[in-house]
């Protein structure tokens, strides 16, 4: 669950995040600092989360990931589109939702057994894929037909689902010792191609086909 969820916010973050951009009217050089926030903050917490995931029980640092991706998502809906403060809260968006899920991951392998982690792993990578294809088509669709503010909405709602069930399983299973934890390894789930062309094609259904040149005369 975690995985698909994490993969969702992830994947609509990497393919519709220039669309959201598009949509506020941002300027070109503006939409393209706005994007490489988000993924410039992808890279800034990855280590510093994972090793604290790692000495201390790994559902209360996802738990205060997805609270403050939550929250910025939230704040970053109540601004006008044309807030310079967006660049900066999707930094920080960026830093907090990628390390997600490698946090999922990790928190997996500390139930699986070693012998078994291998053939899991194509589990959570279905997971993933599946989050990852449905949030260009979720989002794409929310932005065609709602204010650009449903894209925060959208991930924000996402990561509200994903922290009561974080703590609902809190609450139901104990978790793994600290001294027995898996080590965290820092992972990205990616959206790729297809779940690209599926945003388009939902922003635009007839821009995928292919146009008839006009006869030369």
């Known amino acids: 669950?975690?995985?698909?969820?994490?993969?969702?916010?992830?994947?609509?973050?990497?393919?519709?995040?220039?669309?959201?951009?598009?949509?506020?009217?941002?300027?070109?050089?503006?939409?393209?600092?706005?994007?490489?926030?988000?993924?410039?903050?992808?890279?800034?917490?990855?280590?510093?989360?994972g090793r604290l995931s790692d000495r201390y029980p790994r559902r209360i640092i996802i738990l205060f990931c997805v609270f403050i991706s939550a929250s910025i998502a939230v704040i970053q809906s109540l601004l006008s589109n044309s807030n310079d403060l967006h660049i900066?809260?999707?930094?920080?968006?960026g830093a907090f939702v990628f390390p997600l899920y490698g946090l999922f991951a990790a928190l997996a392998n500390d139930w699986i057994p070693s012998e078994k982690r291998i053939s899991a792993s194509s589990t959570l990578v279905l997971a993933s894929s599946s989050g990852a294809v449905v949030a260009p088509i979720a989002i794409g669709f929310l932005l065609g037909n709602f204010a650009p503010s449903?894209?925060?909405?959208?991930?924000?709602s996402v990561l509200i689902f994903v922290g009561i069930y974080i703590s609902y399983r809190t609450r139901v299973r104990e978790a793994v010792p600290v001294d027995k934890q898996s080590p965290f390894i820092p992972l990205v789930a990616r959206s790729g191609q297809i779940a690209h062309s599926l945003g388009r094609w939902i922003r635009n259904p007839l821009a995928v086909w292919p146009r008839e040149k006009p006869e030369d005369k």
């Open 88 to 93: 900066f809260l999707n930094l920080l968006f």
């Open 1 to 49: 669950v975690g995985t698909t969820f994490a993969s969702f916010v992830q994947g609509g973050m990497s393919s519709m995040a220039i669309v959201f951009a598009i949509e506020a009217g941002m300027s070109t050089g503006k939409a393209t600092i706005f994007v490489s926030a988000g993924l410039t903050g992808a890279a800034l917490l990855q280590i510093p989360l």
């Open 150 to 156: 449903s894209y925060f909405l959208a991930n924000a």
